[in-house]
């Protein structure tokens, strides 16, 4: 018996991990690109 709670509660905290990780990958999705300003320095460094 306490094995089924153990069972239902790692599947409870796998969704609610996916679940978070989604949304932070749409925050960051979301946010306004005016940081590629600062990424694009770095990108004549190519060689």
Same mark, same amino acid.
């Given at each position: 018996m306490p094995l089924t709670f153990v069972g239902l509660?790692?599947?409870l905290y796998g969704?609610? #991990?996916h679940l978070h990780l #989604?949304?932070?990958?749409l925050v960051r999705q979301l946010q306004p690109e005016s940081t590629d300003d600062q990424?694009?320095?770095p990108e004549s460094d190519e060689q």
């Amino acid at each position: 018996m306490p094995l089924t709670f153990v069972g239902l509660g790692t599947i409870l905290y796998g969704i609610g #991990m996916h679940l978070h990780l #989604m949304h932070l990958n749409l925050v960051r999705q979301l946010q306004p690109e005016s940081t590629d300003d600062q990424t694009s320095v770095p990108e004549s460094d190519e060689q």
